[in-house]
């Protein structure tokens, strides 16, 4: 059955509209999750709602707990997660307010912890193509349906931050190494996502122009907020219309997000070390066994 997962980026703190709705603390063995879980249905599909940064903004990108976010949506029974996320924007035409689904990321993240395999159970998942095609397309007739201007598809450049680019940053992400959108937070969230074997997309917010704009000057925070406001409500609109969009019955990931683990275990069964497999319950029981 379809469970869809939204990890709710600046701004998008709560959902409403969801049918039984409840906050539910989920323990993983990473730590404790950004925050509680909202859970309800909508349109018979079940949906969870988890606030990156917490409630009331608690953790910066550098801080958000990414590898207790995953597991916990994963221990809960997410197949699918949908990241809702504010974004700088290095093109013209991806204006403040429009939305990108984004299916290429480059990494410049370098202070946190990108997998939940190491020594003791070796696995290499692929990450070449790192969003789910299925995933973005209901993201993309939902936004289009909520009248948003969508743009389909778009390389996100995630930066540790929490300060913002410089201008010779900025020109270089856009100018040199093509990157279409700039955030903090979507690695490793996406990398931990295809190791637990969800399908993940993210729905980029632009909220600013970056620094390299001529016309726009340097990024401004007060700036981003008032945008960001927008953002959300539109963001919620699109929501509300995935569930139709994706139906309560799934069949399986027609692109593997499903099956990523099926090579990826290197270390042999009697190498591994039993306390790291007992951690992986359920990002990779199904293959540990
Ligand atoms: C509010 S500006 C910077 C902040 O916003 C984005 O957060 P998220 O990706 O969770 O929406 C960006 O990545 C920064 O963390
Ligand atoms: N310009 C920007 N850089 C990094 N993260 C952002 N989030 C929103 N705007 C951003």
Not at 124 to 146: D, I, K, Q
Not at 177 to 187: F, H
Not at 270 to 285: C, E, F, N, T
């Amino acid at each position: 059955m379809t469970h869809i997962g939204i990890i709710g980026g600046s701004g998008l703190y709560e959902i409403e509209g969801l049918e039984g709705a409840t906050w539910q603390e989920v323990e993983t063995p990473w730590g404790a999750p950004s925050d509680a879980i909202l859970t309800g249905t909508l349109e018979g599909v079940t949906l969870s709602f988890l606030p990156r940064h917490g409630r009331g903004h608690v953790h910066s990108p550098t801080d958000v707990p990414y590898r207790a976010n995953i597991d916990a949506l994963k221990r809960i029974g997410v197949t699918d997660v949908i990241s809702v996320s504010a974004c700088g924007s290095f093109r013209e035409e991806m204006a403040p307010g429009h939305f990108v689904v984004v299916d290429q990321f480059i990494d410049r993240t370098v202070n946190r912890e990108k997998s939940f395999f190491s020594a003791g159970c070796v696995a290499h998942v692929s990450m070449a193509h790192p969003t789910c095609p299925r995933l973005a397309e209901y993201c993309f007739e939902a936004a289009e349906a909520a009248g948003v201007t969508v743009h389909r598809g778009g390389t996100y450049l995630a930066m540790e931050g929490p300060q913002f680019s410089s201008l010779a940053e900025s020109r270089m992400y856009r100018e040199s190494w093509g990157a279409d959108v700039i955030g903090m937070t979507n690695m490793p969230e996406a990398k931990l996502a295809r190791e637990a074997e969800l399908c993940y997309v993210t729905v980029a917010m632009v909220t600013d122009y970056d620094s390299w704009h001529p016309d726009h000057g340097a990024v401004d925070i007060t700036q981003i907020v008032n945008i960001l406001q927008g953002n959300a409500v539109k963001a919620r609109d699109m929501l509300a219309r995935l569930p139709a969009l994706a139906g309560a019955t799934r069949a399986p990931c027609p692109h593997g997000c499903d099956h990523a683990l099926d090579f990826a275990l290197l270390t042999a069964p009697d190498k591994r070390d039993p306390a790291l497999v007992a951690r992986l319950d359920a990002v990779a029981g199904r293959v540990l066994g």
